[in-house]
């Protein structure tokens, strides 16, 4: 057998088990009534340590990632290194703030961001436009996970758009059977051969000279490029650049709906708090990714075409044994495939929660929730893939781009308000429509630039927004900026105003609540008449 | 007095500060020396923020498990 012949062998192996792991997903702890929301979009809130550790690795850590930040650090070199800081500092904030979005959705029942932002701040309306800003910001974001995909296809040789297809199918069957358990279960045999890729890439690095002769090699290389921003280091004007982009994306973290969904499977405070606690392995393993953009610089990889993604799988085809390139492409498109999985629910449970039973058919059974939630889940995935067949596959990255900054508006409600109920719902949603607009005006004003610093498009080159002295800021946060000032101003003016605020029906003790609270069980009962999810699990165990 | 236990147990979280800070703090470490197996001071610093944050959370996780609202 050829190489090839073993690599291709190798990944279609894995991916068989794959799907059969995800088709069996279903009976996994199976409920007793497995067409509740509840049961299909977070697992009945009962997932211990393990599962939600594997799961957020899984839906968090994205082929994406390990496929763009290697891309990156390899075309400019340290502020690709971004990613890593911004990881590391989610874990505190999620110790913190994500304990609180967990009670209190437990409490109220919440699946989304968008549901909590109506109760908090009385306002239906505001609870709409963040669950439209959710939606249209995770539509690309599944986009680029199959672009991912697809760079990995192509390498192994499975060009076209069948390959992508038949893969979108496949996992779109698997969620729309087993909603968040199959993700949930696959993620363990994704982060398996991840370990495994990794092993190899370190092994593989110091069979080739180790890390020393591969930053050598890399600065050398940097160098000799026309660039001025790239370098090991980063340039005496990058600073802020790099730093507002590491604290817009860690903030964005906490606003995108798939982020909530893995933390909302947890069964109790503890396993989130745990789960803070463990997640700056995967960090390690991201970092760990991100120097391997380095050692392909120093190899001697080129990506094909051009294309930047194509360098993490080309340099695992040249320098990885053959059975190991298998296990490492299947690692890389399973890590697709998961947080395409899980963005699909959680722009699914926005969709019917905040717009279809708040708008479109009030007092919706969950079982009708259910339904909604998982046709939508379809729609989300073959949406994005026909995103990404229909127009420029870069367009897509483009989006995913302004996606980031259009989250980002939501922070104050879903974000500060884990903290605060004291701004006023017309100003969360005037500030929220304002850092809309000044983010998009501002990409529009950024050209794209190729390798040699040409103008190859007018618009939407980006979000780094020049201050024209060589530094450059992130627009996320610029827009964030203005989204403050305008909700803060106008909170102001309206309370002076005496304007009639909305009710929160959040109580400052529903952010503490805990599993097993008495009045979260009276909550259940009182609410739907429902046994609560402990009771559930009891009667089928 | 229950209260006044867990408030006291609270003042732990400020520690989570610290692992939120240190890795912001790249205009200090932006520097190739001292390497680390090779590895310039830039980027294993942040292993060691990566750590540190392990650390911090757990020990924030250890002196707050007993609080029940």
Redesign the interface.
């Known amino acids: 057998m050829t190489d090839r012949e073993i690599e291709v062998g190798v990944f279609l192996a894995l991916m068989t088990l794959v799907v059969l792991v995800g088709f069996g997903a279903a009976r996994w702890r199976r409920p007793a009534d497995p067409y509740d929301i509840e049961e299909w979009s977070v697992g009945g809130r009962a997932f211990g340590n393990w599962t939600i550790w594997f799961l957020l690795g899984g839906s968090m850590y994205s082929a994406y990632t390990f496929i763009a930040v290697p891309a990156l650090t390899y075309g400019v070199g340290a502020i690709g290194w971004f990613a890593v800081p911004f990881a590391i500092v989610t874990t505190p904030l999620t110790f913190y703030f994500t304990t609180r979005a967990w009670s209190v959705a437990r409490r109220h029942g919440f699946l989304t961001h968008s549901e909590f932002a109506a109760a908090r701040f009385g306002s239906p309306g505001l609870g709409a436009l963040v669950a439209i800003t959710g939606i249209l910001a995770t539509i690309p974001y599944v986009a680029v996970q199959l672009i991912s995909l697809q760079a990995v296809l192509r390498t192994i040789g499975f060009g076209g758009e069948w390959p992508l297809l038949a893969a979108v199918t496949l996992v779109s069957v698997c969620t729309f059977r087993s909603g968040l358990r199959a993700p949930a279960l696959l993620s363990v045999v994704k982060d398996v051969l991840l370990g495994w890729m990794l092993l190899t890439a370190v092994l593989m690095v110091a069979m080739y000279g180790g890390w020393g002769s591969t930053f050598r090699i890399a600065a050398v290389r940097f160098a000799a490029s026309p660039n001025p921003a790239d370098g090991l280091l980063l340039p005496e004007t990058g600073h802020l650049g790099f730093l507002t982009l590491v604290i817009g994306s860690a903030l964005a973290i906490f606003a995108y709906p798939h982020a909530l969904v893995g933390m909302l499977a947890a069964k109790d405070r503890d396993t989130v708090r745990r789960n803070a606690a463990a997640l700056p392995v995967y960090c390690a393993a991201l970092a760990v990714m991100a120097l391997l953009g380095f050692f392909a610089l120093a190899q001697g990889v080129t990506p094909a075409d051009g294309d930047l993604n194509t360098v993490v799988p080309r340099m695992i085809h040249e320098y990885f044994p053959a059975w190991s390139a298998g296990i490492a492409y299947a690692a890389l498109s399973i890590a697709a495939l998961i947080p395409a999985a899980v963005m699909s629910i959680a722009a699914a449970n926005t969709f019917t929660r905040s717009l279809y039973r708040t708008y479109l058919r009030p007092g919706a059974s969950p079982a009708a929730e259910a339904w909604t939630s998982r046709w939508m889940s379809l729609f989300v995935k073959f949406g994005a893939a026909g995103l990404i067949l229909a127009v420029d596959p870069a367009f897509s990255v483009d989006l995913q781009l302004i996606g980031g900054v259009l989250i980002l508006q939501t922070i104050p409600a879903v974000f500060l308000g884990l903290l605060t109920g004291w701004f006023h719902r017309v100003a969360l949603a005037a500030g929220l429509l304002s850092g809309l607009a000044v983010g998009l005006v501002l990409m529009w004003d950024i050209p794209k630039l190729d390798a040699t610093g040409r103008v190859v498009a007018e618009h939407f080159g980006g979000a780094s927004w020049s201050l024209g002295d060589g530094r450059t800021i992130y627009v996320g946060i610029v827009a964030l900026a203005v989204n403050l000032l305008v909700t803060a101003a106008l909170t102001l003016l309206l309370k002076a105003a005496g304007a009639a605020e909305g009710r929160d029906l959040t109580r400052p003790d529903d952010y503490l609540a805990d599993a097993g609270d008495p009045y979260l069980k009276r909550l259940d009962e009182l609410i739907d008449g429902l046994p609560t999810a402990a009771e559930r699990r009891e009667s089928v165990g | 007095m229950a209260a006044h236990a867990r408030s006291r147990s609270r003042h732990w979280?400020w520690l989570?500060?610290i692992?939120?800070a240190?890795?912001?703090l790249?205009?200090f470490t932006?520097?190739?020396e001292p390497?680390l197996?090779?590895?310039?001071f830039?980027?294993w610093y942040?292993?060691a923020?990566?750590?540190l944050?392990?650390v911090?959370?757990?020990v924030?996780?250890l002196a707050t498990?007993g609080d029940?609202?």
């Open positions: 979280q989570l500060l692992p939120t240190a890795p912001l790249t205009p932006n520097r190739i390497t197996l090779g590895v310039p830039f980027f942040q292993f923020c990566a750590l944050a392990t911090v959370i757990t924030v996780y498990r029940r609202p």
